[in-house]
């Protein structure tokens, strides 16, 4: 999906198009993650629809997968930098 490290950057709409099915991705899993854990908590924990809300988004507040493609675009245009170096 990303290029390697002899490849040259991606012109900026691939990348657009990658942050784009980046974003999309991870708002399916953390739509989905969320319901499981607001069922979950409503239905074995006998807990308020707020609580429930609540205690599934802390579980959930540790997810990076947006991020993904923007480092790893910073750390290729770092190599790219040190090609010259060599």
Known sequence: MFE???EKLA???VFV?????SISM????????LAIGIIGYRWL??????DTLLEASMILGGMGIVLAP?????????HIDEE???
Do not use: C, N, Q, Y
């Open 4 to 6: 390697i490290r002899d």
């Open 11 to 13: 012109p900026m709409s």
């Open 17 to 21: 198009r990658r942050m784009v099915a």
């Open 26 to 33: 991870a708002g399916l899993l953390i739509a989905v993650a």
């Open 45 to 50: 924990g006998r807990f308020a629809w707020v």
């Open 70 to 78: 923007v480092t790893h675009r910073m750390l290729h245009k770092f």
């Open 84 to 86: 010259g170096l060599e």
